[in-house]
């Protein structure tokens, strides 16, 4: 711990009161996660005019990458926070066990740093104990680490998913010798397994297999028996098996918690507020097989409030069926969220609870918590407040149904409920929109692709679904919701699960600044940027042939939204407060909300238990990291699937646009299907190719021929592997014309490897130029 200097707020002729810049960097460094302007002016007894000294100098750290700031406090280059999710990936010389982030920006927190587990002496009975392989959830002990060693130590305080010897993969037949397993697991690419003839069932050559690994040693390959066939890896299920099965999400319920679903009963009136004659209606996608909301809207009667709507959101209440510690409670904390993929759903809940029991299916009773607004005729909040009730809803809509009754084309379920119903919820959104306008959130309108099937399960094609009012009302009706659950609990000093996204860090803002230098587009020089300076970028690419790109840029920029017990606001929004509470049938966060509005307002005996406040952190670090699982199966299913798509059209040549670019070659988006390649710089012309970071662009060396993100390009697919969902694509049209370089720095290495294809994986746009795609998180040199 650095000395604290002694200064005196009352002594003007003090030499200087601000402390040397080193001393302000080892007081951050010495402290766990993340310190605050209040905590570090505190430590050196700074006042007045140096507060605002400490503020540049921070300021001009952060510009250098000596610290990183976020949700308004700093952090040495690098660091932990305090509770985060880790992966038990080895043992050092000391046989210690050695652990590794789960989720890790490398390109903006520099590389992952090994994390020492630490084990208590003498166990206790229940605590527990970490193996290799294992997912934990732990806490970084207080002085970073130990001794003389500079690696963090962590404390263990849930083990999240065991190691598993269960894996799957492709099964290659050894005419008279079994076979091998070749694995989906990215990971252990490389590492084939041996199958006995007697160990390998039924399985044929190609076939998607599960194994159980069934003896290990030093010397060779581990031994494997085939535990069930899945399919071939033609067949979509098969393909989403296989994200589920290298992320770890679990898609079999347990015994207990399905006995535990089978035998809930509905919920009865009781001491709820009968609503069961306010006519809401549910508006979803046309294939929802669940509906956790319905809203209703009419003009507000109070003459105090001219042109105003009362606004009532009801959402299916989970909490009266998912009590805490229970068997469904356990599962659901587990998984997190429900997981979507083109073929099938995951659900966080038993199908008895999520599409039936808590689903407001039309004209059923069903338990709800129902959150009536006041807006003013500019959208404004007059008043709100919440209720636990029983509804009816009137009708169930899909999106397209209720957007064509407004727009004149009704039918049989639409027809009678236009004029009473949907035309109040119409006008009532436009109140909404006009506040939001007012607020001016980050508007990204990205196209959003969706996969459509064929009845034997292959993909049919791929389509842009166009974006609706109706989409747009009930965005605008659940973040009202949203916003008035974080403020109520806040006002009741109620514990409170954030939905909160950080402003974007100086490095991703500079990135993005040299890129805008390439289009003419001035990144402002606000010290404090905010979503409109976002939103003037957007407009100025508006309409043009890079829209699309720009908005992927700027979204490239942000940072992740997480879920947290504190609350810094919510960026993209631009809201202070914010909450998850409209989908507690898909997501564990919106459930934790629902016990703790029930716990402040005094709504039942089934509220947030006593005591759970203090684990809110480490609950909002479990999920957060089941949301980021979900996003990377889904993705990760999505490029397959379309990699299995294209596989019979190698050779053919499509448009695309250039949409990111390494040292090692750039990305292609193509602009039919929307499907990510890669184009190594190895079959770039017969040039030597140099990468241009400020100008996003390669660059021949001998003729000047360049290449710039966002350029309109024709490519030939060469390879698709499904497995890996990776396609790798030639350039068939020339680049700019430019000016001839001389010199060879920065010269592109033309290895093949460079491609991503050698050991089975893919580059991604994004990937940090100074490291090659293939490169295994944690690999040494």
Aim: aromatic share 4%; glycine share 8%.
């Amino acid at each position: 711990m650095p000395r604290k200097p002694k200064f005196s707020k009352d002594d003007p002729d003090s030499p200087s009161r601000l402390p040397s810049r080193e001393d302000v960097l080892a007081f951050i460094a010495s402290q766990p996660g993340r310190v605050g302007k209040r905590e570090i002016a505190r430590h050196f007894g700074l006042h007045g005019a140096d507060k605002q000294a400490l503020k540049a100098l921070l300021r001009d750290a952060v510009d250098e990458g000596l610290v990183t700031k976020g949700r308004g406090k700093v952090a040495k280059h690098g660091a932990l926070p305090p509770v985060l999710v880790v992966d038990i990936v080895s043992r050092d010389a000391d046989g210690d066990l050695v652990a590794s982030p789960s989720e890790w920006d490398e390109e903006e927190q520099g590389a992952a740093p090994d994390i020492l587990i630490a084990l208590p002496r003498r166990p206790r009975p229940g605590d527990p104990v970490p193996g290799l392989g294992d997912r934990a959830l732990v806490r970084i002990a207080d002085g970073g680490s130990a001794g003389d060693d500079p690696r963090p130590v962590a404390r263990v305080m849930k083990i999240l998913d065991r190691g598993r010897s269960r894996t799957i993969g492709v099964f290659r037949a050894v005419p008279g010798h079994g076979g091998r397993l070749i694995p989906i697991d990215k990971k252990n690419v490389g590492r084939e397994l041996i199958i006995p003839d007697e160990a390998s069932g039924e399985a044929k050559d190609g076939d998607l297999v599960a194994v159980d690994i069934v003896r290990t040693s030093r010397f060779g390959p581990p031994v494997a028996k085939v535990r069930e066939r899945l399919g071939n890896l033609k067949s979509e299920k098969a393909i989403s098996l296989i994200a589920l099965e290298v992320h770890g999400i679990p898609h079999v319920f347990r015994a207990d918690t399905l006995a535990e679903a089978e035998r809930a009963e509905p919920v009865s009136l009781g001491k709820r507020e009968d609503w069961r004659k306010l006519p809401l209606v549910t508006i979803d996608p046309a294939d929802a097989k669940d509906h956790d909301d319905a809203v209703h809207a009419e003009p507000d009667p109070s003459p105090d409030n001219p042109g105003g709507f009362i606004l009532t959101i009801a959402i299916a209440d989970v909490a009266a069926y998912v009590r805490p510690g229970t068997a469904l409670d356990r599962e659901a904390a587990i998984r997190g969220n429900s997981v979507y993929f083109p073929d099938r759903v995951v659900p966080m809940l038993p199908e008895r609870i999520s599409n039936d029991l808590c689903s407001l299916k039309a004209r059923e009773d069903r338990p709800a918590m129902a959150c009536r607004v006041v807006i003013r005729a500019d959208g404004r909040r007059k008043s709100h407040s919440f209720h636990r009730i029983l509804m009816r809803s009137e009708a169930k809509l899909a999106y397209q149904q209720a957007q064509g009754a407004i727009d004149g084309h009704t039918d049989e379920i639409t027809e009678g409920i236009v004029e009473p119903i949907l035309k109040p919820l119409w006008e009532a959104y436009a109140a909404l929109k006009r506040a939001r306008d007012d607020r001016e959130p980050l508007d990204l309108d990205l196209p959003e692709r969706k996969i459509l099937l064929k009845p034997d399960g292959m993909v049919d094609r791929v389509v842009v679904p166009r974006r609706l009012d109706a989409h747009r009302l009930i965005e605008e009706m659940m973040i009202l919701a949203n916003v008035c659950a974080a403020e109520t609990l806040e006002k009741h000093r109620t514990p409170c699960m954030y939905r909160i996204h950080d402003a974007p860090s100086m490095e991703k803002l500079l990135t993005l600044k040299e890129f805008l230098k390439t289009m003419d587009i001035a990144l402002p020089k606000a010290a404090l940027l905010r979503p409109t300076n976002f939103n003037q970028i957007l407009a100025r690419a508006k309409g043009t042939d890079s829209t699309e790109l720009v908005s992927q840029v700027v979204l490239r920029s942000q940072s992740q939204a997480e879920y947290s017990p504190e609350n810094i606001g919510h960026f993209g929004l631009n809201l202070r407060r914010y909450a998850h509470f409209t989908s507690p049938i898909r997501r564990y966060a919106d459930l934790i909300v629902h016990r703790g509005l029930i716990r402040a307002l005094g709504l039942g005996n089934d509220g947030l238990p006593d005591g759970q406040a203090a684990s809110l952190a480490e609950i909002a670090a479990e999920i957060s990291a089941a949301e980021r699982r979900a996003m990377a199966a889904e993705r990760e299913t999505i490029d397959r699937l379309i990699a299995a798509h294209l596989a019979d059209r190698v050779g053919d040549i499509f448009g695309a646009r250039i949409s990111g670019m390494t040292r090692s070659g750039l990305f292609v988006k193509l602009d039919d299907t929307g499907a990510d390649g890669f184009v190594p710089a190895s079959t770039i012309g017969g040039d030597y190719f140099r990468y241009e970071e400020g100008l996003q662009a390669l660059v021949g060396t001998r003729t000047g021929e360049t290449y710039r993100l966002g350029d309109t390009v024709t490519v030939k697919l060469v390879e698709a592997a499904p497995v890996a969902g990776a396609l790798r694509f030639e350039l068939m049209s020339d680049g700019r014309a430019g000016v001839a370089r001389q010199g060879r720095e920065g010269q592109i290495r033309r290895s093949r490897r460079d491609d991503g294809f050698s050991d089975g994986r893919r580059a991604r746009p994004g990937d940090r130029p100074s490291k090659p795609p293939w490169k295994k998180k944690g690999r040494k040199k």
